[in-house]
Nanobody, 123 residues
Framework: QLQLVESGGGLVQAGGSLRLSCAASGRTFSRFGLNWFRQAPGKEREFVATISWGGGTDYADSVKGRFTISRDNAKNTVYLQMNSLKPEDTAVYYC?????????????????WGKGTLVTVSS
């Protein structure tokens, strides 16, 4: 089995920055894509960013130019650098894994999920 543990969430003022991390452990010898989703209060979970095993990335339009996803395969860790944060970025951020070399932005395609980390952006 694969375990995912997110960290780095917290309270930040609008315009500030945070870096989220997600460490994978367990079955990590296979290739997989790493993804971030988020769920704001009262809303459905939505795609934020994805990075493939080879390093290809994709972002939701709402975060393009502000968020950067990266990965360290040696450490089985994915990062989400979040800059110029807005109150509407407030959400629980989830890390997710999709097995294989082809990435996806769809929640239903994910194979494993972390428990999430809360990001609160104050105005």
């Amino acid at each position: 089995q694969l375990q995912l543990v997110e960290s780095g969430g917290g309270l930040v003022q609008a315009g500030g920055s945070l870096r989220l991390s997600c460490a994978a452990s367990g079955r990590t010898f296979s290739r997989f894509g790493l993804n971030w989703f988020r769920q704001a209060p009262g809303k459905e979970r939505e795609f934020v960013a994805t990075i493939s095993w080879g390093g290809g990335t994709d972002y939701a339009d709402s975060v393009k130019g502000r968020f950067t996803i990266s990965r360290d395969n040696a450490k089985n860790t994915v990062y989400l650098q979040m800059n110029s944060l807005k109150p509407e970025d407030t959400a629980v951020y989830y890390c997710a894994v999709k097995w294989g070399i082809v990435t996806s932005t769809k929640e239903d395609d994910m194979d494993h999920w972390g428990k999430g980390t809360l990001v609160t952006v104050s105005s």
